[in-house]
């Protein structure tokens, strides 16, 4: 798998050799170019196997024994199991592992929750919040009213820096705005969110709680982040970013809302679930729950810290001072005013350093251009990367951005890129095969 040349897909895909040849193509990309979005991470071959498996082949509209389709005895058996995974690993008391994605489980959630017109109190997207916590782009936005909290403005203070959520802001909102539900969770946001706060101020208020942990699952899987299991009203989470399974959703809630959030997943939102997925989802659960992936949870916050400490030192502005989680939120105005989030994630892709440009707090450019750059740790931890290798790719980042009108540095960032990459290969066991 470490060249197109050597692709399993030219025999897997033998009669379709253009679909071959693309597959080839992006797993040389992800092996031989750094993976540093922070929403992505590299799968196991075991999810690989569950999720490329004869079950996409299955309808099975409803839910373990009580299904609209015949002949889902199987699949009964594989959806209660990664039911079960979930509820253990997470300590819930009921799982919907339905959603086809993060934004599909919440909009379960404020479907099952809320009447059209209500009002939700969430992230702003230029804050950090996500594209379903009401930003004008998505039809949550046209169905429930939103109201928006941020982070508080930076300081000088190196102690206090600033840019962390505003929980006076969140309190006072609630009480003036009344939200039916209060929403925590962020995309863009390099700190641990606690949730009892978030508990605290909807309970002052009469509001629901929801908890999107897209991001942290993983981290709170892995016991490095404090749990929202059992504080929130309902948790979602994607099963694909620090969680490092199959691309997809999932909802968590209490019994009393077990029924409710299911009907609202199915036949609400969704149609026939997607039981490869959710059989793939229950072997990353398993996998979640191991001692193995505790410690690589510690390391995606170690490296994350050192890939941050390097981008500082670098010159780059840390967006709330530093990290707590996967994720570096760069303000590149620092190491160059005259740098877009845009251009930099340009020159980054032609020195093989795949991330994503982002708004920063209040940024002065539109978000597609922006000020600021997001980078994440969890998918080159996967493949073994440590915190020594972190400080090489945040030194290789400050020369490519430094030198970006020089082709012949940035080929020289992408060969060292090759190389790093060349030691650390995602899939070793697939090469050859
Ligand atoms: N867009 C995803 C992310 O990158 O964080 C969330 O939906």
Redesign the pocket.
């Known amino acids: 798998m470490s060249s197109p040349s050597a692709s399993p897909f030219d025999r897997w895909l033998a009669d379709d050799p253009e679909v071959a040849r693309l597959l080839g193509e992006e797993a040389a990309r992800q092996s031989t170019t750094l993976q540093l979005?922070?929403?992505?991470n590299f799968t196991s071959t075991a999810v690989l196997a569950a999720s490329g498996s004869v079950l996409t082949n299955k309808y099975a509209e409803g839910y373990p024994g009580r299904r609209y389709y015949g002949g889902n005895q199987v699949i009964d058996e594989v959806e209660d199991l990664a039911r079960r995974r979930a509820c253990g690993l997470f300590g819930a008391e009921h799982a919907n592992v339905q959603p086809h994605?993060?934004?599909n489980a919440n909009l379960a959630v404020y479907q099952a929750l809320l009447d059209p017109g209500d009002t939700i109190l969430a992230m702003r997207l230029d804050h950090g919040g996500?594209?379903?916590h009401g930003s004008p782009a998505s039809i949550t936005s046209s169905i429930w009213r939103f109201v928006s909290y941020g982070v508080s403005p930076p300081t000088d203070d190196p102690d206090k820096p600033g840019e962390i959520i505003d929980f006076d802001q969140v309190a006072d909102l609630a009480r003036r705005e009344r939200p039916k539900l209060i929403v925590a969770g962020s995309?863009?946001y390099a700190r641990i969110i606690d949730p009892m706060p978030f508990r605290e101020i909807a309970d002052s208020v009469g509001a629901r709680f929801l908890f999107d942990a897209?991001?942290p699952a993983g981290l709170i899987a892995g016991g490095v982040h404090p749990s929202p299991v059992g504080v929130a009203d309902v948790v979602t989470l994607?099963t694909h970013?620090t969680l490092r399974g199959p691309r997809g959703g999932a909802i968590l809630t209490g019994a009393d809302l077990a029924r409710v959030i299911d009907g609202a997943v199915f036949p609400g939102l969704q149609g026939g679930p997607l039981e490869h997925v959710v059989a793939a989802k229950a072997v990353a659960f398993a996998e979640a729950s191991t001692p193995r992936f505790r410690r690589y949870a510690e390391q995606v916050v170690a490296n994350a810290g050192a890939l941050g400490d390097a981008l500082a030192a670098e010159g780059f502005r840390l967006v709330s001072g530093g990290t707590e989680n996967h994720q570096v939120l760069l303000d590149l105005r620092t190491f160059d005013d005259e740098l877009t989030g845009k251009v930099a994630q340009e020159v980054l892709d032609l020195a093989g350093i795949t991330c994503?440009r982002n708004t920063i707090p209040d940024d002065p450019r539109p978000p597609f251009v922006t000020s600021g750059l997001?980078l994440g740790s969890a998918a080159e931890t996967t493949a073994g990367m440590g915190t020594d290798q972190m400080r090489l790719v945040g030194g290789l980042i400050g020369r490519a951005l430094r030198r970006r009108g020089d082709a012949g540095a940035l080929d020289r960032v992408r060969s060292e890129v090759g190389e790093l990459c060349g030691a650390f290969p995602p899939y070793p066991e697939l090469a050859g095969t």
């Open positions: 979005i922070a929403s992505e994605a993060g934004a996500h594209l379903t995309t863009a897209a991001h994607t970013k994503n997001r």
